[in-house]
């Protein structure tokens, strides 16, 4: 993935506060502005289906990607995302995590006047129930629904 900062229109989405099951769709680099100055950001773009409509929502972290004691949002997000805790030196191309589900936590968050949605938290996929299919055999094969 090549990343380019680019300027980009605000466009406010809300839903109602929640954990939903999402599906990453993007990140993208970009320069925000903040109290203390400009700095860099990765924008992580998830879709979510809210049983009304599927809306995109967005989430912001630092472009710090790092593991230890204390690993970075970014690197906590994408590990969820991948289902799995990512290696140190470990090279992740994100073009190739587009579609994957994972678990968003979104909250409200001001933005001048407006209330908006936005990702606060990314949780690994919850596992798929299986259920015994109609025409299982006599060992009950389970097959994933």
């Not at 599927?54 to 230890?68: A, F, L, N, R, Y």
């Not at 970014?74 to 470990?90: F, Q, T, V």
């Amino acid at each position: 993935m090549k990343l380019k900062v680019k300027k980009q229109e605000f466009e406010a989405v809300h839903i109602e506060e929640g954990i939903y099951e999402a599906k990453f769709k993007g990140i993208e680099q970009r320069e925000v502005e903040t109290e203390q100055g400009k700095r860099e950001v990765f924008v992580w773009t998830f879709e979510v289906d809210t049983g009304e409509e599927t809306v995109e929502i967005q989430g912001m972290t630092s472009t710090k990607i790092s593991t230890g004691r204390n690993p970075s949002k970014a690197y906590n997000w994408l590990s969820a995302i991948m289902g799995r805790k990512l290696e140190p030196d470990e090279e992740i191309d994100t073009d190739e995590l587009v579609g994957k589900e994972c678990v968003v936590i979104v909250e409200d968050k001001k933005v001048g006047d407006l209330t908006v949605s936005r990702v606060t938290d990314v949780k690994k996929a919850r596992p798929r129930k299986t259920k015994k299919s109609k025409k299982a055999s006599a060992d009950d094969e389970e097959v994933e629904v």
